[in-house]
Every structure is written in structure tokens, then in C-alpha cells.
């Protein structure tokens, strides 16, 4: 029996992005209904990490300058004025936590508030929201949007994989607006906590008309043990680096060291000790960062006197910064009615063609997820829920094959496929066009077998999977598609035949569809209409 | 990947089936749960931080399953090492939330930049 619900806001993903969403849409006064894939409080990367804010004190000149420094190296694609109120939203949202985080009380007697360590922050924003009455559905994956007459969002289908038959009981929500806060699109690369991070949201938004942006900006990488999700980069920070023979690898003095270590892998094995961290933090790393001492210890490692083998984990759109388009100021995407927070949303307008790294992604997760969630509020406060009127569900790959149904494990070949051109770091850190070429023909190939073949499975993990397939498969073509489109190196999309900055190329590549896709140049810049709070920041 | 439920220390809480992003686990009527989806595991190690009877072990390696000795892991010491280090449960107030050091392993981490070679 389906379980059927209205409500004001529905919240599509439980990690930071989607929490502060739903927390902001209740503040506001709504009825809010948060659905997770998994469970809200440790899906999605923050609950595995530890995630810094951007965090800039309202004094004009320092903020000014924080937005000037950050937008010139951001290779013309960013904007400062979302810049600006990224860094003032950030700061007046994230001390309202405090209730629920136990924050440290550094030097002055000021509480620390804008580095937090991640299980316990999502263990906070849980309870911030369930004390804001937010109705949490875990191990309630969306499915599909539903759609009005008229185009615009009116909810969403998914299953709730723990429970009925085995196929799971499905659920439907009815919404005045739909937030899609599903995070970034790992690939299945094994970043930590990014298992759940297969494009759904993308997926969803796009077959309901919605574009992306920035998908090209997909190429993070972050360095862990091999065979180990620990991708914290804080601590190798004091890393050293050799290859087999025992010469250590130049990476060049910069803390990015990316590209050395992937042309050093690409050569052979390459090994690491953090022997220059010192005593003093060895000490009191395990209060730092919990976790990323537990895999040397259950292995006999001690990383700080032996050298251990290493890999780069992709991180595709995560710590990239593409995602779904924004329309407005309210992070509303090109569909009325449904809108985009934290990692599923583009991130170029305020970090550009570089990472947003941890600390200002952070911040638009709680900025970008603040403005939606009161958006969406008002929304439903100004048209009402319309939970009334007929709807039409707007999914297909995975859901509706136009054709006959595989009969084999099709969600694993497509995974694997996409697994295959989207994790080689010769192929996603040295793009070449005819190669990009080659991965968009298979990858269009990948598609036509999903949307003919792939069908929901028979339990509820097999349903799930067949949607993340096709999720996946539709985020590698509008990645692909949009690498090939930019005949440039800018940021971290680099090419390796085209190793210059093309000026006649510094806008941004929306792109989009699912049969055909398409990219195109994209230099509008969603207006701020909102009068900055006081006190307002001045951007040169 | 997780590899074991230590069936002796399991309360059948199902605290794992829950809180497991990734819905690794089945619970059982009348017994702990067993590990349903070993492929879906994400290598988290969060169903071990919420398990307050550190019934759980996540192998370290993620991309395939490993052969376990579950005997010496629990003489090892390693079980609950997650929650003690984060001060959960009756642990709180022993281990206290460090976190807002991290930027100093960033900022002590970083190498002197060479001077640019004209």
C-alpha cells in the first residue's frame, strides 16, 4: 500500500544542503517533508567528513576582500555578488545551530562555529530539524518527480526500501515545491560517504526539463590510502610522496598535488608517510578527524614512520563544481516550482571553474539550501499546494523502458560502463577531444540500452539501482559532452590537447537532455533582487 | 567493508540497520542482523560509531571483501575505537571534539614554496 502524504516543501537528500533546507522552509512557517535515500544524519560526504565554512566577520573591507581574492581565481565564472551572500547568509545561519552542536570555545571565549566535525553536525541538524517539526523519511529514495499540467514541480514517487513487500512500499508526495538537495555525482569512485551520490537528483530534475551547468568542472581528486575511503586531505597535508624506487615525487610546493601524483600512478605505484606531521597534532589527531587513524590501525601501519601505497579518489561533480542550472536568486532551477541546493546545484557562481573546495561549498550548502527551503515556503504560503490537481510522473530510464526489458543484470553492465571512462585519470585529468569523442559515443550507446532496457527490478534494491544506472549514465554524457565543448584548459577542466586559457571561452556551458544532448554558452547570471541584510557588503 | 556483527555482543538494537546510509544490513526477527548488501558498504564506519555495543567491524579495505579473523579482532583492542575517539555515548566528556584544529594541519602541513626559478 503506497504511503501517500502532502505537505508545503518537499526535500529531496538528507546531508547538509537538504537539512538546512527543510530547517529554513519550517522556520518559515511550513509543512516540510524531508525524504533520504539513506539516513538523515550520516548520508551524503559532510556526515563522513568534516567540513570548514567559509567564514568571513561582517566588517565591509574584510568581506570585500575575501570576494575579491576568491572571484580572481576563479577564471571569470563566478559572480560576487553571490560571493558576498553566500559569505553573509553562511554567517548569520550557522550559529543558529548551537542547540544542538557542542561547539568549542576557543581563544576570547568565542565559540568556534564554522568548522565542524561531520557525524556530529548531521547528528545536530537531524534533531534541529525534527524539533522543527520536519517529518524525516529515511531509506526513502525518490524515484521520479511528478509534474503539473503546466510543467512545474508537484512532487515526487519513491520506495521505501525497508519496508512492506520486497520490492518495498512505494511512497508519493504532493508539494508546493520540490528542493532537490540529492548532492553531487561521484561516479561511484570511492570518495568517502559518496556511495549514495549517483546523480538521481540530476537525473530527475533534467527529465523534468531542468539544464545543468559547469558539468565539464567534474575532475576533483582526493588523495587516500589504497583500497581506503579515507580521502581527508587535512592530515596529508604533511604527506611525502615516492614512487617504487624510493624517489620522492615532486608536487611542485603547491597543496594541490593532483596532477603530479596522477601522472606518478599512471607510471606505477606511489607511496606516502606523513612523518613530517608533528608529534603534537599526531597526538590529538584522533579528536581531529575520528576515522582516518582507523584503517592504518587495523592493518599494522603506523603512517607516520613506514610509507604506505596511496591513490586519488575522484570525486566527479562533488568537490567540482557543476550541477543543475539555477534560474533565480532562490536557487529555483529552469523548472517552476523545483529547486536546486548544496552539491546538486552548480557551484560556478561562487567558486568558479576551480573546487569550492570544503569550505565554500560548505557555505553555499547552507546558503543555497536556506534560500530554497524559504522560497519553496513562500511558495506554498502565495499558491497554496495544488494537491489536488491530476499530475504526470516524469521519469523514464530505469522506470519505463520503451522497449524489452533486460533479462541480465543490466544496472551493473551500465555502472560498469560508466565506471570505465569516468574514473581513469588519464581520461578525466588529461582530457583529449578525440578521446572525450570516443567515451560520449559509448556513453550515448550506455544510454540507448538504458532507456530501452533498463527496468525496475523486482525488489527494491534492484529498483533503486536501476535508477541510479541511468542517473549515472545521463551525469557522464552532460560531462562528456561538455569537456569536448570547451576546447580549453581553464580550471579543472583541463585539456591535454588544448593546454590554454581560450578568452573567447570565459562564460559558462550549460547543457541538458537525455535522447539528445545538447550543450550551449550560458552568460546570464541570475539577478539578486534582494536588498542585502544589513550590514551590507560592499564588492568593488 | 563491514565483515562482521558479533552475534555475542549484538543487543538486536537494529541501531545499524537504521543508521547505515546505505542499507547494508537486513534485521532479523529475534537475532542481530546480518549484512545483507556487503557491496553497497561505503566504508563509512559510521554504523560502527553508532553501535553502543561495538558489535560491528569495518574492514579498512573498500573496493573487495577481506578474509577476517574475528577472535583476534576482539582481543585487538580495535573494537569501539571510533566512539571512544569521538567522545560518544559514556564516553562522552573523555575525548574531547578537536575539530576546530583542523585548519592547523593545513597551515603546519604546507611546504615552504620554492622561489619561482626565473
Not at chain 1, 260 to 275: E, N, S
Not at chain 1, 375 to 381: D, T
Not at chain 1, 456 to 462: E, L, M, N, V
Not at chain 2, 28 to 55: K, N
Request: aromatic fraction near 6%; glycine fraction near 10%; proline fraction near 6%.
Amino acid at each position: 500500500m503506497t504511503l501517500t502524504l502532502e505537505t508545503d516543501v518537499l526535500v529531496i537528500g538528507g546531508g547538509l544542503a537538504g537539512c538546512w533546507a527543510a530547517i529554513a522552509a519550517a522556520e518559515a512557517g511550513a509543512e516540510v517533508i524531508l525524504a533520504d535515500k539513506g539516513y538523515c544524519g550520516t548520508s551524503g560526504v559532510t556526515a563522513t567528513a568534516g567540513p570548514n565554512h567559509w567564514w568571513v566577520p561582517p566588517d565591509p573591507e574584510k568581506r570585500a576582500q575575501a570576494v575579491r581574492e576568491r572571484n580572481a581565481r576563479a577564471l571569470g565564472l563566478a559572480d560576487p555578488r553571490w560571493m558576498a551572500r553566500i559569505i553573509d547568509t553562511t554567517w548569520r545561519t550557522l550559529p543558529t545551530l548551537a542547540a544542538y552542536y557542542e561547539h568549542s570555545i576557543t581563544a576570547g571565549g568565542v565559540p568556534h562555529y564554522q568548522s565542524l566535525r561531520g557525524p556530529e553536525y548531521l547528528r545536530a541538524l537531524r534533531r534541529y530539524a525534527e524539533a522543527r517539526g520536519v517529518r524525516i523519511l529515511d531509506h526513502s529514495p525518490a524515484l521520479e518527480l511528478l509534474l503539473h499540467a503546466d510543467g512545474s514541480a508537484a512532487g515526487a514517487r519513491g520506495v521505501r526500501r525497508q519496508e512492506g513487500p520486497p520490492a518495498g512500499r512505494d511512497w508519493t508526495v504532493r508539494a508546493a515545491g520540490v528542493i532537490v538537495a540529492t548532492g553531487g555525482c561521484a561516479f561511484l569512485a570511492k570518495l568517502l560517504g559518496s556511495r549514495n551520490n549517483t546523480g538521481d537528483g540530476h537525473l530527475m530534475a533534467a527529465e523534468a526539463g531542468a539544464r545543468l551547468s559547469g558539468m565539464e568542472f567534474s575532475t576533483y581528486h582526493t588523495v587516500a590510502e589504497r583500497h581506503s575511503t579515507q580521502t581527508r586531505s587535512a592530515s596529508y597535508a604533511f604527506a611525502d610522496y615516492f614512487d617504487a624506487a624510493g624517489r620522492e615525487i615532486d608536487t611542485g610546493g603547491d597543496p594541490d598535488v593532483t596532477l603530479p601524483l596522477a601522472r606518478a600512478l599512471l607510471a606505477g605505484p606511489v607511496y606516502a608517510t606523513l612523518a613530517r606531521m608533528p608529534v603534537d597534532l599526531r597526538a590529538i589527531l584522533p579528536q581531529i578527524q575520528p576515522a582516518i587513524l582507523l584503517p592504518f590501525q587495523r592493518q599494522g601501519i603506523d603512517p607516520f614512520t613506514q610509507r604506505f601505497t596511496i591513490t586519488l579518489q575522484g570525486e566527479g561533480t562533488v568537490r567540482g563544481t557543476g550541477g543543475l542550472r539555477l534560474a533565480d536568486e532562490d536557487c529555483q532551477t529552469d523548472v517552476p516550482g523545483l529547486y536546486a541546493a548544496g552539491d546538486a546545484a552548480t557551484r560556478e557562481l561562487i567558486a568558479g571553474a576551480i573546487s569550492g573546495g570544503g569550505a565554500q561549498n560548505s557555505a553555499w550548502a547552507v546558503s543555497s539550501g536556506t534560500w530554497a527551503g524559504q522560497a519553496v515556503a513562500r511558495l506554498a504560503h502565495d499558491r497554496g499546494r495544488r494537491a489536488e490537481t491530476p499530475v504526470e510522473a516524469a521519469g523514464g530510464a530505469g522506470l519505463r523502458p520503451r522497449g524489452t526489458p533486460a533479462t541480465a543484470d543490466l544496472s551493473r553492465l551500465l555502472t560498469d560502463g560508466v565506471r570505465a571512462e569516468m574514473l581513469p585519470y588519464d581520461k578525466i585529468l588529461f582530457r583529449r577531444g578525440p578521446v572525450l569523442a570516443r567515451s560520449l559515443a559509448t556513453l550515448d550507446g550506455l544510454w540507448r540500452d538504458a532507456r530501452d532496457h533498463l527496468a525496475p527490478g523486482a525488489d527494491a534494491t534492484a529498483r533503486v539501482r536501476a535508477r541510479e544506472a541511468a542517473a549515472l549514465v545521463a551525469c557522464a554524457r552532460w560531462s562528456t559532452a561538455t569537456a569536448l565543448a570547451r576546447p580549453e584548459t581553464r580550471g579543472l577542466h583541463r585539456r591535454e590537447d588544448v593546454a590554454t586559457t581560450d578568452p573567447a571561452l570565459a562564460h559558462r556551458l550549460s547543457s541538458g537532455g537525455l535522447d539528445e544532448v545538447w550543450v550551449a554558452a550560458d552568460i546570464t547570471v541570475p539577478a539578486i533582487t534582494a536588498p542585502a541584510a544589513a550590514p551590507a557588503t560592499q564588492v568593488a | 567493508m563491514i565483515e562482521l556483527v558479533l552475534a555475542d555482543r549484538c543487543t538486536d538494537c537494529d541501531t545499524c540497520v537504521q543508521v547505515c546510509p546505505t542499507n547494508v544490513f537486513d534485521a532479523q526477527p529475534g537475532g542481530p542482523p546480518v549484512i545483507a548488501r556487503q557491496e553497497d558498504c561505503q566504508t563509512c564506519f559510521l554504523c560502527e560509531l553508532y553501535c553502543q555495543s561495538d558489535a560491528l567491524y569495518v574492514a579498512p579495505n573498500c573496493d573487495e571483501p577481506v578474509a577476517v579473523d574475528a577472535e583476534a579482532i576482539v582481543a585487538s583492542g580495535l573494537l569501539g575505537q571510533f566512539r571512544r575517539d569521538s567522545g560518544w555515548h559514556e564516553w562522552a566528556g573523555q575525548s574531547p571534539n578537536l575539530h576546530w584544529r583542523m585548519g592547523e594541519l593545513f597551515a603546519r602541513g604546507r611546504k615552504p614554496v620554492a622561489a619561482p626559478t626565473p
